[in-house]
Structures are given as C-alpha cells and as structure tokens.
C-alpha cells in the first residue's frame, strides 16, 4: 500500500539553524510528492511539490529532493526563522483514484529567537 | 491565487442535531473535492472525495450515511454531519483540486465542530 512516514516531533530549534526533516514513502506506482505547511490557526499550504525522480521542489528557502533509490523526501533549509514555527506534512499523490493525497503524520517544529 | 474558504470556521452543537460545513473554491472551478478530518496534534485522514455531479467516494470506515456530502457544482461542496455525536468533534477540512492534470490540492482553513 501507499504510505508516508515523517520523523517524530516536535523539533525545537534556535534562529538561524538548520533544518531536516526526514520524509520516507512507500508507494505503488510513481507518486508525485508534496511538503504542506500549518501555520497556527490556519489551513494547510502547499509549501513544495516534485513530480519525478531528481525533482528539486523548492520555496521560501525550504527544498527537498525527490530520492527515488532511498524513497525520500527530507525537507531543508539552511536558515530557520521564528516565522517558520509550524507543523509540517509530507504527502503522497498516485495517480489514478482521483489523485488523492496521503499524508504523513506531520512534525511540529518551534523555532526560538 | 486558489483560494477554498470553509464556512462555518466553528461550530458548537447539540448532540442528536445535523451540522452543514460549506467548502467554496472562490476564484476556480474544482472539478473534485476532498474531505479530511483531523484530530488535535494528528494527521489529516482523508474522509471522501467528491466530484461535482456525482456520488462521492467514501474511504473505508466512514460511514455514507452520518457523513453526507453534496457536489453540487464546481465551486460548492457540503459535508452534513447528521445526528451528531460528541465523538464526532473534531477539525473538518476541506479541499480542492482544479482539474483533472493537476494532482495539487487548495485547502480551506478548516472548520473546528464541538457536539456537547
């Protein structure tokens, strides 16, 4: 079956470090494979997207590389700012079944001055 | 932009009673819509995906006839909880997907039901 796997949280961290947050997949298929973000209070955003193997997705100093051969997924960014204190989601889509997405269980992470 | 608005963005009812949660993709025609539910500090789970027209598709272990959901054009989707329940408290999600080319889903804000 089809299946997403985040690394636990949450993750705390000071301004300014680096970040990783691993995303492992198991599909069926060649999914595409998606980064949402939650901000406090609102909806989910998509935050990246990569479509195929080697895809970079890429936004807001956040990225991620679509590894085929590791079937990851891990979410960086060299620089972490207290805006960016949220839960994230690594998501699957297969195609076919309406494209529906799968999420992972989603990694709260708190960023301090 | 895609824009999906969710109304109410809280409700508290009695339970027994029905609920109706509104999901508009306000700037884009979606050929199919999502509904989640999400428990406090959890993952969203997919409830069902509706398409405009035609009868929604539930996903294993929710039940078709608590959860209705109409599609009834392509901007208006409708989730009614019906003789709700304090287990059915939660955070109600929808969104929405433009076409069938695109496998990138809009969210709405998500709509918080407290049943006493």
């Known amino acids: 079956g089809n299946s997403v796997t985040q690394m636990e949280g949450p993750v705390t961290l000071s301004e300014e470090a680096f970040l990783t947050i691993n995303c492992t997949y198991t599909?069926?298929?060649?999914?595409?494979l998606f980064w949402y973000v939650q901000y406090p209070g609102e909806g989910l955003q998509l935050l990246l997207k990569a479509t195929k193997a080697d895809d970079k997705g890429s936004n807001k100093g956040f990225e991620a590389t679509y590894r085929k051969e590791t079937t990851s997924f891990h979410l960086e960014k060299g620089s972490v700012q207290v805006s960016d204190s949220a839960v994230y989601f690594c998501?699957?889509?297969?195609?076919?079944?309406?494209?529906?997405?799968?999420f992972g269980a989603g990694t709260r992470l708190a960023v301090h001055p | 932009g895609a824009v999906v608005s969710q109304h109410p963005s809280r409700v508290i009812c009695k339970s027994g009673t029905s609920v109706k949660i509104e999901c508009r993709s306000l700037?884009?025609?979606?050929?199919?819509m999502f509904w989640y539910r999400q428990f406090p500090k959890q993952s969203l789970m997919l409830m069902a995906t509706?398409?405009?027209?035609?009868?929604?598709?539930?996903e294993q272990g929710v039940e078709k006839d608590k959860f209705l959901i109409n599609h009834a054009s392509l901007t208006l989707s409708t989730l009614t909880v019906t003789s709700a329940h304090p287990e059915d408290s939660s955070f109600y999600i929808c969104s929405a997907r433009k076409d069938t080319s695109t496998d990138t889903q809009y969210f709405g804000p998500g709509t918080r039901l407290t049943v006493l």
């Open positions: 998501a699957l889509s297969v195609s076919g079944g309406y494209n529906k997405l799968i």
């Open positions: 509706s398409n405009e027209g035609s009868k929604a598709t539930y």
């Open positions: 599909a069926t298929g060649y999914p595409s």
């Open positions: 700037d884009f025609q979606a050929t199919t």
